[in-house]
């Protein structure tokens, strides 16, 4: 079954990432090619900063769109990346998620990824 391990990491005020002390890039390289190496990986991308992104809402009627351009200062937590990992169930996944620098420095959310035949 496939699972998505979406990595967050606590924002400051301003939106932007907190500095706090997280894991190390080396850290996240050890994670990644033990993943990779175990034949789990799907996919896995870390996404560029935050001050890139744009909001897209439209409105009830779905005539009109707004754009708005990040950082969101609303935001408490930033997605800052994901894997897509296929493994035997959910505790499997459980697993990766505990076991990823992510999950020391921010939180991670792991969802089932809905297959439609």
Not at 97 to 110: I, K, L, Y
Request: hydrophobic share 40%; proline share 4%; aromatic share 10%.
């Amino acid at each position: 079954m496939k699972y998505m391990l979406l990595i967050y990491s606590a924002a400051t005020t301003d939106g932007d990432v907190e500095s706090a002390e997280g894991p190390s890039f080396e850290d996240w390289m050890v994670y990644d090619k033990a993943v990779r190496e175990s034949g789990a990986y799907v996919s896995g991308h870390a996404l560029a900063d935050l001050t890139t992104a744009t909001r897209v809402r439209v409105d009830a009627s779905g005539e009109r769109s707004v754009t708005t351009d990040g950082p969101f200062a609303e935001a408490r937590e930033i997605l800052g990346g994901y894997y897509v990992l296929d493994v035997p169930d959910l505790d499997v996944a459980l697993d990766w998620a505990a076991r990823c620098p992510g999950a020391r420095a921010g939180s991670m959310v792991v969802r089932p990824i809905a297959e439609f035949d």
